[in-house]
Nanobody, 121 residues
């Protein structure tokens, strides 16, 4: 399985970015998909998550500014980030829970590589 994240970059405060993370390989199904972020010296924290049914959850710090969505046909999760602040600067990671085969009893967690988001004037 591979997770390919893209969309990071540098933006001024108040700007927007859209992150994408696509899963490929031996995948039968994906349940939860999420975005986490980590800046130097801190732990990796959950930013937003979305279930297979579309239920979303957000960190308080991004509520009203970030929107997570998914395209199940493409095994892709998105993070639309608006009104970005300097404190949003971090490496963003996507994470999924997947089953490779229908016989698999559990969903296996899997991390993608990070994509750097820098918010600075």
């Amino acid at each position: 399985v591979q997770l390919q994240a893209s969309g990071g970059g540098s933006v001024q405060p108040g700007g927007s970015l859209r992150l994408s993370c696509s899963a490929s390989g031996s995948i039968f199904s994906i349940n939860n998909m999420g975005w986490y972020r980590q800046d130097p010296g801190n732990q990796r924290d959950l930013v937003a998550s979305i279930t297979l049914g579309g239920r979303t959850s957000y960190a308080d710090s991004v509520k009203g500014r970030f929107t997570i969505s998914r395209d199940n046909a493409k095994n892709t999760v998105y993070l639309q980030m608006n009104s970005l602040k300097p404190e949003d600067t971090a490496v963003y990671y996507c994470k999924i829970g997947f089953r490779a085969y229908s016989a698999d009893p559990y969903y296996t967690p899997y991390w993608g590589q990070g994509t750097l988001v820098t918010v600075s004037s």
